[in-house]
């Protein structure tokens, strides 16, 4: 039940982000791999991003999946003749429920494509984390995505 409460006020969250952020460049989407769900990437300078992702596990069934980062991007990092390729990476947590809920460490490193005229990127992202609770395992995340912007 506590789990279905926190993906609920999540949501709240990121739709009341969304209603505020729209002329700041927030983009809303899809990511797929492990896990898979919606993501929201909102700018908060030239080169610097918050990442929210809501998800479902494959591995572990029913397990919701909540992560928050925040991105530093390299622009200069990849040189290409149309739209922009960043190299991003960044720290944040998150929490995976499912019977014994999980929350750790995010080290999130991947590359984004941003188009040049219109308002969509699309990424490709490793998730190395570290969790802390209930007990100290490593694990990793990976998946692609694509995210509309408004």
């Known amino acids: 039940m506590k789990i279905k409460a926190l ?8 739709l ?6 729209q002329d ?8 797929l791999g492990e896990p898979s769900g919606i993501s929201l990437k909102s700018w908060v300078g ?11 596990s494959f591995v572990d069934k029913s397990s919701v999946y909540f992560h928050v980062d925040y991105l530093f991007h390299d622009f ?3 040189q290409v003749k149309r739209g922009t390729l960043a190299l991003y990476y960044g720290i944040g947590g998150r929490i995976k ?3 014994k809920s999980r929350a750790g460490i995010r080290v999130p490193i991947g ?10 990127d699309i990424f490709l992202e490793i998730g190395p984390l ?10 990793m995340t990976a998946y692609i995505g694509a995210r509309y912007y408004f």
Request: charged share 15%; with cysteine; glycine share 10%.
């Open 111 to 120: 590359i984004c494509y941003i188009f040049e005229k219109a308002p969509f």
């Open 7 to 14: 993906v609920c006020l999540s949501l709240l969250f990121f």
């Open 76 to 78: 200069d990092f990849f």
């Open 46 to 56: 030239g080169k610097t991003a918050l990442d929210f992702a809501v998800a479902w």
């Open 130 to 139: 570290l969790d802390l609770t209930p007990a100290t395992e490593f694990e």
């Open 97 to 99: 429920g499912q019977r």
């Open 16 to 21: 009341a982000g969304v209603a505020v952020a």
């Open 24 to 31: 700041s460049g927030t983009g809303l989407g899809v990511i």
